[in-house]
């Protein structure tokens, strides 16, 4: 299913068009309408990075078989991650990746699932050795925590952050890569990350030795990622037909073998655990 459920009253007439999406999914391919299907990505650890120029990860390899099954033309580009949720909502954009989904962005986006991440908290060393729990960090008025911008990593992890958020001891930054930097300068105790990122960040950074991962929420499955489809450009019957597709590259194996290029053999079955 696309799109998540928020309001009871609802449930009723959305199922009855689930089921209809359903039928108009498996009716034949997708749309790729008049012209190029206008998609951002985000630096994100293996889910997108650049090297010498050039777009890799988990994502780019998605959209690329996208494209490749589809024969839709992508133009695509790299911002920062509210900005991408700004343009999707105003319809400056068509199409992204890796999005989580609530019920303001519903507004505005079809959700089309195609992975699961957990975040985990990251801390420096010398925070970890008087935190042990999320509660411990509360505890401690001097200690700041770091978020992206526009991020969101799941309702017991963000319901811990409210507090934080409303005693100002929260710093946002545009991306992940320069949230590591800034736990690695010390500007920042903590932060949460999902193994895709901080695999590759603190290899990057050469900061494997100075953090430690704990989990704050160890009842808690992770997110769901899912490739985000504007209204403004997407119809429920069109996104039906992507969501069928991506089933599909479940199904045939294809998602596993992206997920392999990049995390291991555990990590990618716990991606595929959407």
Not at 56 to 68: Q, S, Y
Not at 207 to 230: F, R, T
Request: charged share 25%.
């Amino acid at each position: 299913m696309f799109f998540k459920i928020q309001y009871p009253v609802q449930r009723l007439l959305l199922g009855l068009l689930v089921s209809l999406l359903s039928a108009l999914a498996a009716a034949g391919p997708v749309d790729c309408g008049d012209r190029p299907i206008r998609l951002a990505f985000f630096e994100f650890g293996y889910q997108y990075y650049e090297k010498a120029g050039q777009g890799h990860g988990i994502d780019k390899d998605l959209v690329d078989e996208l494209a490749k099954r589809t024969g839709c033309q992508f133009s695509t580009q790299v911002q920062p991650r509210a900005r991408v949720w700004a343009d999707l909502a105003s319809g400056e954009l068509d199409m992204s990746v890796a999005g989580i989904q609530n019920s303001e962005r519903d507004r505005f986006a079809w959700f089309a699932p195609y992975e699961r991440a957990k975040n985990y908290a990251v801390l420096r060393l010398a925070t970890a050795a008087t935190v042990q729990r999320g509660a411990d960090f509360l505890a401690q008025s001097a200690l700041q925590f770091g978020v992206v911008r526009g991020f969101k990593h799941g309702d017991a992890l963000d319901q811990w952050l409210a507090p934080l958020q409303q005693a100002q001891r929260v710093q946002e930054s545009a991306s992940i890569n320069l949230l590591v930097e800034k736990l690695k300068l010390g500007r920042i105790d903590g932060l949460f990350a999902q193994p895709v990122v901080y695999r590759k960040l603190l290899q990057d950074l050469q900061m494997a030795g100075e953090v430690v991962l704990q989990d704050w929420a160890p009842q808690d499955k992770g997110v769901v990622g899912s490739l985000i489809l504007a209204k403004s450009r997407f119809s429920p019957a069109e996104a039906a037909r992507w969501q069928a597709l991506l089933g599909e590259l479940h199904r045939d194996g294809t998602l596993a073998r992206i997920y392999l290029r990049y995390v291991s053999a555990e990590e990618a079955r716990q991606m595929l655990d959407f």
